[in-house]
C-alpha cells in the first residue's frame, strides 16, 4: 500500500533546535490507522449499537473491521491456496452497479445465477452500492478480503434463497459465521433472534439455523467463487459445486 507521512517540526521553548514528528500511514483509500486501544473501544461501541438496531449496517461493518484479525488472514489464506481464490486476490474485481452490465444479466435465462441476482436486488430494493468500504483493517490485503466478503453478501441471499428481512439476514448470518468466523457474524446470528416473534423463532430454531449450519461445514469456501464469470451458470449446478443444499 501507499503510506502517507505527516510531519511537523516545532522550535523547543528553551531555544534548542526540538523535532516533534507525528506519523500516519494510509495503506488505502479511506483508511484509518488505529490502535489495539481504540480498537477495542470501537468494537464495543459498534457491537452495541448493531445489537440495538440491526439495521445500523454502517455499525455492522465497523463491528466487522475491528474484530476480524484472526478471521481475515485465514479467510486469505483459503484464498491464496484456491487457484480461483487466487485469481480474485490478484484481479480484486469489484461488485459495484458502475461494473456490472444489468441490462445484460436481467436478460439471462430465468434460474441463472445472474439473473437470479439482479431479481434478488430488484424484489428487495437493494443496491451492491451500499457496501461501505473498509476503513479500519491494517492490512490492504485484508481490506480487499473483508470488501469482497461484503459484496458477495447479496449472493449469499440469492444462493441461500433467503431474503433480507431479520429472519433471512439472521440465517444468511448463521451461514456466513460457520462458513468465515467473522465474529461479527456469529454475534449477529446469536443475538438477531431477540427480535423476532415467537413463531419465527421456532422456525428458526427447528428448520433453518440447522440448516444453515450443515450447509457452512459442507460448503467449500464462499470467497473462492469468482462470481463475476459465471453468471450464465444455473443457481442450481452453482449450488451443487459449492455445496449447498436446497433451502428447505
Known sequence: GKACLSRTEPKALDGRSGEEEAVSYQLYPGHIPTSPLQKVLLAAGSAAMALYDPYRHDMVAVLGETTGCLALPSLRDKMKHHPEGYRILQERPRIRLSTLDMARLRGLPPGSLGREYVRFLEDNKVSPDTRMPPKFVDDEELAYV?????????????????????????????????QTGLPMCVLGGAFGPVHLSTRKLQVLATQLVPWAIRNGHNASCILNVYYEQRWEQPVESLREEIGILPPP
Do not use: C, S
Open 146 to 178: 473483508i470488501q469482497r466478503y461484503r459484496e458477495v453478501h447479496d449472493l449469499m441471499h440469492t444462493l441461500l434463497g433467503m431474503p433480507t428481512n431479520m429472519l433471512g439476514e439472521i440465517v444468511v448470518k448463521w451461514f456466513e459465521a460457520v
